[in-house]
C-alpha cells in the first residue's frame, strides 16, 4: 500500500500535481517513525513502512562546495544586522545546520547559559505543508556555541518575548527560536526566499542556502548521539 501510495504521489492526477522524490522520501520519514513509535508503544507488531520503496532523489552533479569566502560571510552579516532574523542568520553559518534544523529548533533545546545547543527535530516542507520531522542524521547531537551568536540569542528572546506580549491570547507559541511575529511557524520556502533576498540586497555572489550552512565557521561542536 505504502509503495502504490508513493507511485501515486510521483505521477500525480488531474487535481494534483506529482511531487518530487525528495518530497515523497520526506512523507517516507514521517510514516517510518509514527510507526516505528507505534511498535514502541506496544500498537504494532512490526513497522511495515520498513519494507516499503520509496523514490530516491536524484543526486546532484558534484562540482565542489559553492560556499562563500570569510570576507563574503561578514559582508552579508553586516548588511543583515538590522534585519529581525540577524541572529538566526549568525546561527545557521557558525553552526553548520540545516535549514530544517534551524527552523526547528526549540527554546527548550537551547541552553544560553552553557552556550550550547541540541538539534532534536527540524521542520521540513511536504508539498505545501509543514511538518516536524528528525534531523537528517536521525540523531540529535549538541552543538557548542560562540560568544557572540549566545548574546545574539539572548536578544533575539527578549524582542521574540515582546512580540509575544503584543499579541496577547492570539500569539502561537510553538516554543520556536524561528517564528514569524505571532509565533507561527516559517515556511522552509519562506526562509529561503528571504535568504535570496538578502543575497541580492547585499549584492553578493549567489549561493544556496544549504551551501551557506557548509561555510562552518564554527567553533569545536560535539555532534555526539545524544
Known sequence: MLNILYANLA???????????????????????????AVDAGLLGRN???GAKPPRPAKRATGGINAWEPHELATFLEVVRETRLVSIWRLSAMTGMRRGEVLGLRWQDVDLDRARLSVRQALVAVGYEVIHSTPKS?????IDLDAETVAQLRAHRARQDKERAEWGDDYEDHDLVVAKENGEPIHPHTFSRAF????????LRRIRLHEYADIVVMP???RNAL
Open 220 to 222: 569545536t561542536s560535539r
Open 11 to 37: 505521477t500525480g492526477s488531474e487535481t494534483r500535481r506529482p511531487l518530487s522524490a525528495k518530497t515523497i522520501s520526506y512523507i517516507h520519514s514521517t510514516v517510518h517513525k509514527v510507526l516505528a513509535d
Open 196 to 203: 535570496e533576498r538578502l543575497i541580492e540586497k547585499a549584492n
Open 48 to 50: 511495515v513502512a520498513a
Open 138 to 142: 536521525h540523531n540529535a547531537r549538541v
